[in-house]
């Protein structure tokens, strides 16, 4: 069946260092791609979305590539900083009976030391 | 800013008893979901619906059930609560208009059952 892979359950880095959260997923086709963030005590919002392999998707610093070859949606961000720490979710668009709806992975937490 | 807001916030229940999650969301958005989170395995779909009267199984539907009275209402039921049931939920909404569509969380509601 379809799914959305996130190998990493915790990441931890220093400030400034190099962030990457990977993310594969497994379906037909190209679907929509997304990254939502969660921060503690909240629900997840939205981060960043990319329609069409390939493209590219940023905010907040953050960026994720489309790569249809290997199917994989990886989050990358230079320079993290502590108020980055959060729980990071891999996110695929599905096609249900009347409408989509959003599969999400299972998600990475990130912690950022100063 | 979009508002999804659930209740209760917090709630405990015995098993065998019935229990009762509520969203609400000021959006106008056609789509509303429930999700479950658990550590390691994320956010999983449990119903959904594309407006009012109707709802839609997810990945996890069983020991739940869903009632979409009108646009802006989406209850989360269950009629035997188990400790299997204890978990995070979050209700979220989306416009179907908009693609891709952009889901709007709840802050979650945590449901203990002793």
């Known amino acids: 069946g379809d799914s959305v892979i996130q190998m990493q359950g915790q990441v931890t880095l220093s400030e400034n260092d190099f962030l990457f959260i990977n993310c594969t997923y497994s379906?037909?086709?190209?679907?929509?791609l997304f990254w939502y963030v969660q921060y503690s005590g909240e629900g997840p919002q939205l981060l960043l979305q990319?329609?069409?392999?390939?493209n590219k998707g940023s905010s907040r610093g953050f960026e994720a590539t489309y790569d249809k070859g290997t199917t994989s949606f990886h989050l990358q961000k230079t320079s993290v900083q502590e108020i980055d720490s959060a729980v990071y979710y891999c996110?695929?668009?599905?096609?249900?009976?009347?409408?989509?709806?959003?599969?999400f992975g299972t998600g990475t937490k990130l912690q950022v030391v100063p | 800013e979009a508002a999804v807001t659930q209740s209760p916030r917090n709630k405990v229940a015995v098993t065998g008893g019935k229990v009762t999650l509520s969203c609400n969301q000021t959006?106008?958005?056609?789509?509303m979901y429930w999700y479950r989170q658990d550590t390691g395995h994320g956010l999983r779909l449990i119903h959904y619906?594309?407006?009012?009267?109707?709802?839609e199984k997810g990945d996890i539907p069983d020991g739940y059930k869903a009632s979409r009275p009108s646009q802006e209402n989406f209850s989360l039921i269950l009629e035997l609560a188990t400790p299997s049931q204890t978990s995070v939920y979050f209700c979220?909404?989306?416009?179907?208009?908009?693609?891709?569509?952009?889901?709007?969380f709840g802050h979650g509601t945590k449901l203990s059952v002793l």
């Open positions: 979220a909404s989306g416009d179907r208009d908009r693609v891709p569509e952009r889901l709007f």
């Open positions: 379906t037909t086709g190209y679907p929509t």
């Open positions: 990319v329609t069409t392999a390939n």
């Open positions: 996110a695929m668009r599905e096609r249900g009976n009347s409408g989509t709806y959003q599969r």
């Open positions: 959006n106008n958005h056609n789509n």
């Open positions: 619906s594309y407006g009012a009267g109707s709802t």
